[in-house]
């Protein structure tokens, strides 16, 4: 049931911390600081190239992915939504191998990309949350998220379990390809294992995030932006949005704003920004700054480091946990999905069950 909670999603919101712990364990090890992967179904060191596939949320995941398997293994990876992978005939390398990613491991299109990926010669393995699933069944090798059944629509501890796993798959391919040092891969592993402790400090953000809500909830459309790994969580951040409170919202990569998007800034758009301290700051900051001169509205989460800077034309500022770039799409994945919990609860939309959607989307 939900004990205590008004909503499953609140509910598993509150399993970030419980869910990253247990999924982290099943493939680090704490006191060796290393990654510790089950039998892959392919070897990184020998595979060109790599295709991640998956659906909605799950897919956004796999983009966090690609930029973590790409910066830490230097392996090539493609990114596809599962529908438009299968219909666009991908030449498919010689010797390759796919990740799909999927909570319920029944999803229609990604069930298709994995017979596809099969049909071409491709090693699939897949990362999915149901371990009697069609797809863990039908991959050459699965890897489990240890997230528990989650009943709401809107993807929460799943989606962060899924980028525990391709956390540690990253690492592991890293190493695996001799790109990481043992240096490289403790402290790598040593963040990971610090984030389901910096995910319980986010959610005692829950009274701060809330009034961000309220002035989300006035709002006809939405942007949020992100740079690097925390392009997809602003795609997430959006979706979410989208997805529970009906409200229109889109994710940006901060540097596409102004090729375009930043035609809709004015007073009435707040702009949602995920933008912690670190190498790619100074651009995204100065991206929003560009948006604030003409009127946007910046809500801006970030760290310690960042407050000071962003605080100068930014309207609300929410401070997290100062963590390396590596564990940021982790954790500022919380705070955007908190965000549009918040907002549905207010709009009084069915939050568990928002309308025409459904948690598994069986049809093609
Ligand atoms: O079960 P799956 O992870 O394969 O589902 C994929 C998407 O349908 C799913 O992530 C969807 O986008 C969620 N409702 C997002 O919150």
């Not at 949320?57 to 299968?86: C, H, K, M, N, T």
């Not at 149901?130 to 993807?155: H, Q």
């Not at 695996?176 to 043992?182: G, K, P, V, Y």
């Not at 942007?223 to 969580?233: A, D, E, K, N, T």
């Amino acid at each position: 049931g939900k004990g205590n909670y008004r909503h499953f999603m609140e509910k598993e919101l509150h399993e970030h911390p419980a869910v990253l712990g247990d999924t982290l364990r099943q493939y680090l090890d704490p006191k060796t600081l290393e990654v510790r992967l089950p039998r892959l179904p392919f070897d990184p060191k020998l595979v060109p190239r790599l295709t991640i596939s998956a659906c909605g949320s799950a897919f956004l995941a796999g983009q966090v992915g690609r930029y973590w398997i790409e910066e830490l293994a230097r392996l090539p990876v493609d990114a596809d939504v599962a529908s438009e992978f299968r219909y666009r005939n991908p030449p498919l390398a010689e010797g390759g191998a796919a990740i799909l990613v999927s909570q319920s491991g029944e999803t229609a299109d990604t069930m298709a990309a994995l017979k596809l990926l099969k049909a071409g010669g491709q090693r699939v393995l897949s990362v999915v949350n149901v371990p009697e699933s069609s797809m863990a069944r039908e991959s050459d090798g699965a890897l489990l998220t240890v997230a528990g059944p989650e009943i709401g629509v809107a993807s929460t501890k799943a989606f962060t379990a899924q980028l525990a796993v391709l956390a540690c798959l990253a690492i592991g391919f890293g190493r695996a390809r001799r790109e990481l040092s043992t240096l490289d891969e403790g402290r790598l592993t040593q963040a990971l294992l610090e984030v389901p402790s910096h995910a319980a400090e986010i959610l005692e953000r829950d009274a701060q995030i809330r009034e961000l809500a309220a002035e989300v909830a006035k709002a006809r459309d939405v942007l949020f932006l992100g740079r690097g790994s925390l392009y997809p969580i602003a795609l997430e951040g959006a979706l979410k949005l989208k997805e529970i409170s009906y409200i229109h919202a889109e994710g940006y990569a901060a540097g596409e704003m102004k090729h375009g998007p930043i035609a809709l800034i004015d007073t009435s758009v707040p702009v949602i920004a995920l933008c912690p301290s670190g190498p790619l700051f100074e651009k995204t900051a100065s991206n929003l700054q560009e948006a604030a001169a003409r009127g946007g509205r910046i809500m801006a989460f970030t760290d310690a480091d960042g407050v000071g800077p962003l605080s100068r034309f930014a309207e609300r500022v929410i401070e997290l946990p100062r963590v390396g770039a590596f564990s940021t799409p982790i954790l500022y994945a919380i705070p955007v999905q908190l965000l549009a919990y918040h907002v549905a609860v207010l709009k009084g939309t069915d939050v568990d069950q928002p309308r025409n959607l459904a948690k598994s989307v069986t049809v093609e």
